[in-house]
């Protein structure tokens, strides 16, 4: 929905500000684009495995679809789409999920409320990293889960070993590190 403006002559007349409302979003590109293609970012592929959940929502039902569970906090902020798709490259896998929300303003606040208002980010111990405006990362068993912010986005990515089990590798991060950066590097400024 496209806020409207209204011009007041006693706005005008005194040189005033005009505020549009705190819709961010309506000059950004389309959701979609923000994912990178194969090797965008070196060495990472979509993974394709049909079994993984891959795809666009701009409503609860259609992202309650795509995620299992933690969503909560986040459906009831004022966003306008979501996506979620897989990545791989030769010995990490990468769950990538954007969030696009109407300002940076809702951005912040879900950033700062998500860790004590979702069940899943909770439960997990964070400890803050350096990517966009803000971010955190969190060793969940075999995996990294990264929770970034940058304007109008949180970025959520959870990397991990194609084939180990048990201790996240170091290796995985800095990989998975490498990769967000790059997802970040593809958005507006």
């Not at 496209?2 to 979003?25: F, M, P, Q």
């Not at 079994?51 to 992202?63: F, L, P, R, V």
């Not at 009831?76 to 769950?95: I, P, S, V």
């Amino acid at each position: 929905m496209r806020a409207h403006c209204v011009w007041l002559l006693a706005t005008i007349s005194t040189g005033g500000a005009v505020s549009c409302g705190d819709d961010e979003t309506e000059t950004l590109p389309k959701l979609e684009t923000l994912f990178p293609a194969d090797n965008a970012i070196t060495g990472w592929t979509v993974d394709s495995d049909p079994s993984k959940k891959s795809g666009i929502a701009d409503d609860d039902n259609g992202i309650v679809a795509l995620i299992n569970g933690g969503a909560e906090a986040f459906l009831k902020r004022d966003y306008t789409a979501f996506g979620l798709k897989q990545y791989k490259n030769n010995t990490y896998r990468m769950e990538l999920r954007i969030w696009q929300f109407k300002s940076t303003t809702v951005s912040k606040e879900i950033y700062d409320a998500v860790t004590s208002e979702s069940s899943s980010h909770a439960a997990s111990t964070w400890t803050d990293t350096a990517m966009g405006e803000a971010a955190r990362v969190a060793e969940t068993g075999d995996s990294f889960w990264y929770n970034v912010r940058k304007k109008v986005y949180l970025v959520e990515g959870t990397a991990k070993d194609s084939v180990a089990v048990g201790q996240p590798d170091p290796a995985c991060k800095t990989a998975a590190e490498a990769f967000l950066n790059g997802v970040l590097a593809g958005m507006p400024k």
